[in-house]
């Protein structure tokens, strides 16, 4: 084969690999936006348009790339955000978000990402930005079990209709104000 040729054949492969790349990219973010709602309390959220990121209770845990562009995710990782700064393909992210432990993962077209890599940074940043009571759920355990107060309802002497707390202004002012508003 000619050298000529030789250039064009592996151009136009290439090419090939390059438009089945956003296909991979694409099938990628609907698997991790997959994953990320099978938490308890995840939904979609579209803060601006060209957006479907993944949040609980209105908090995004998740920022994801939309179908056709190259894959891009960002989570907050307070546990391994330094560890996962180390690797080639991640960075800060922008707008602030790295100095509070927010890493971005992006991939050019043709990458192998490390899925289960990103399926453990989605799992970690649901657990940073989730209620505890979700988290708790999560595991299997009690708010109880995770030292987080449980409420218990007051009940009337009879033990019959729960009660509701009493307050007053008066009492909840200091006794100097409570002075100086009385002379």
Do not use: N
């Not at 845990?61 to 393909?89: N, T």
């Amino acid at each position: 084969m000619s050298d000529e040729r030789a250039k064009r054949v592996k151009t136009k492969t290439a090419k090939a690999a390059r438009r089945g790349a956003p296909k991979k990219a694409d099938a990628l973010v609907k698997q991790l936006r997959a994953f990320g709602l099978a938490y308890p309390g995840a939904h979609t959220k579209s803060p601006w348009p060209g957006h479907m990121d993944l949040a609980v209770k209105d908090k995004t845990f998740a920022y994801l790339s939309v179908e056709g562009e190259p894959l891009k995710i960002s989570c907050k990782l307070p546990r391994s955000s330094e560890l996962a700064l180390q690797l080639p393909f991640a960075t800060p992210t922008p707008y602030g978000l790295g100095k509070a432990g927010w890493v971005t993962a992006q991939f050019e077209a043709g990458d192998t990402p490390p899925v289960e890599l990103l399926q453990a940074w989605i799992d970690e940043s649901y657990r940073a930005q989730a209620p505890k009571k979700l988290v708790a759920a999560l595991d299997g355990r009690s708010p109880a079990d995770e030292g987080l107060p449980v409420a218990k309802a007051k009940t009337s002497p009879g033990g019959a209709r729960p009660t509701k707390a009493k307050t007053s202004l008066r009492s909840a002012r200091p006794a100097r104000a409570r002075a100086r508003s009385s002379t």
